[in-house]
């Protein structure tokens, strides 16, 4: 699991870092005994599902800063890539049983630049570096409700299914900036949007 690991953020990865994903793991998989957190027919491919599909996203930032995860949910990707990148993240949930999961995973895994925030994307205040989320929104509404989080260097760093294509084309109707599309290191017809200089045509 742990060259697998490697091999899908193209890097090293150590004993420590290794062994706080996997207990991040097994909390998902706990608590997904009380709450719908993720799928339960993608349990059993959990770290392929899920993890390896949010530690992907790490090298995509190309530098260190500061993330806000949008719609975490069970942490996904947010806890991922705050463990293997050491980075400040912003957790952000709106559903309570969630969002208290996450507090308790964040302290568990001992995260301590790590915040969660129960609310909705357009209650958060502040500016990020890096903007994620995962099976949220399409992309059209996803800038709509960060545009507000980002700045002048922003980049958004989004994880798609095989409708991405077609996710982008309308977005582009409504938004203009800097987009690629890089095909996923986890899933074959995926792709991530990495997306810089966003804002609405006209403007």
């Known amino acids: 699991m742990i060259e697998r690991l490697k091999a899908v953020i193209g890097g090293d990865v150590s004993r420590e870092t290794f062994d706080r994903l996997d207990r991040f793991a097994r909390l998902v998989v706990a608590e997904n005994e009380r709450q719908n957190l993720v799928a339960v027919s993608s349990v059993p491919d959990l770290w392929q599902r899920h993890i390896f599909d949010g530690a992907q996203l790490v090298n995509l930032a190309g530098h260190t800063g500061n993330w806000c995860d949008i719609?975490?949910?069970?942490?996904?990707?947010?806890?991922?890539?705050?463990?293997?990148?050491?980075?400040?993240?912003?957790?952000?949930?709106?559903?309570?049983?969630?969002?208290?999961?996450?507090?308790?995973?964040?302290?568990?895994?001992?995260?301590?630049?790590?915040?969660?925030?129960?609310?909705?994307?357009?209650?958060?205040?502040g500016k990020f570096d890096f903007i994620t989320a995962r099976a949220v929104a399409r992309l059209d509404k996803l800038f709509a409700i960060t545009r507000h989080l980002a700045h002048d260097g922003t980049k958004w760093i989004l994880p798609k299914g095989e409708t991405v294509k077609s996710e982008l084309d309308e977005a582009r109707r409504t938004w203009q900036g800097d987009f690629a599309l890089v095909p996923s290191r986890t899933h074959e017809k995926a792709a991530v949007v990495v997306a810089e200089h966003v804002r609405r045509r006209g403007k």
């Open 71 to 125: 719609g975490s949910g069970p942490g996904l990707p947010g806890i991922v890539i705050a463990i293997l990148g050491g980075q400040p993240m912003t957790l952000v949930e709106p559903r309570r049983l969630r969002a208290d999961f996450l507090a308790e995973a964040v302290h568990d895994l001992g995260l301590t630049q790590v915040t969660v925030k129960q609310c909705k994307a357009e209650q958060v205040d």
